[in-house]
């Protein structure tokens, strides 16, 4: 098991620590960018290969889109687990307790329950079952506008 962590720290150190790339003499930019580009590339290979004519382009641009936010996810995850081994102050022993970041949480945890909830009914057999019945209204237009007639 400790082979394969390792294995996963030499490859994320290989794309992401500068001082181990294969392109730390260019700029970040350039690096982000070729990393842009090679994963445009990788799409629409992927994408050509996959999806038919009618459904490439929503295809396409799906996969291009979570390409470049796995690269920007991969990117940050990667550099706060790196400030933060040069830098290990718990939250507890320093007691910065931000309430900003406190509502972070929270909003992930109620995101997650509300998009687990969404999942869960697309997927259910079911899914009129989360529904609150309806069997239409007490009264009937002209019960309603009764009161309010002349005759009555």
Same mark, same amino acid.
């Given at each position: ?31 982000? +960018? ?5 994963? =445009?590339?990788?799409? /629409? ?10 459904? =490439? ?19 940050? /995850? ?7 081994? +040069?830098?290990?102050?718990?939250? #507890? +022993? ?16 109620? #995101?997650?329950?509300? =998009?687990?909830?969404?999942? &869960? ?20 237009? #002209? &019960?309603?506008?009764?009161? =309010?007639?002349?005759?009555?």
């Amino acid at each position: 098991m400790n082979s394969l962590k390792n294995w996963m720290i030499d490859s994320a150190n290989i794309l992401f620590d500068d001082s181990k790339n294969d392109l730390r003499a260019l700029p970040r930019s350039v690096r982000l +960018q070729i990393l842009l580009v090679l994963s =445009f590339v990788w799409t /629409t290979v992927f994408s050509l290969y996959i999806f038919s004519y009618s459904t =490439f382009a929503f295809g396409w641009a799906g996969l291009y889109v979570a390409h470049i936010g796995l690269i920007f996810a991969v990117y940050m /995850t990667f550099k706060q687990f790196h400030k933060a081994e +040069q830098k290990s102050n718990s939250v #507890f +022993q320093t007691k910065n307790f931000d309430p900003f970041k406190i509502m972070v949480i929270v909003f992930v945890i109620v #995101f997650i329950f509300i =998009f687990s909830k969404g999942i &869960e009914v697309l997927t259910s057999p079911n899914p009129n079952s989360y529904a609150i019945p309806y069997d239409g209204p007490s009264k009937s237009v #002209f &019960e309603k506008w009764l009161p =309010f007639s002349k005759v009555k």
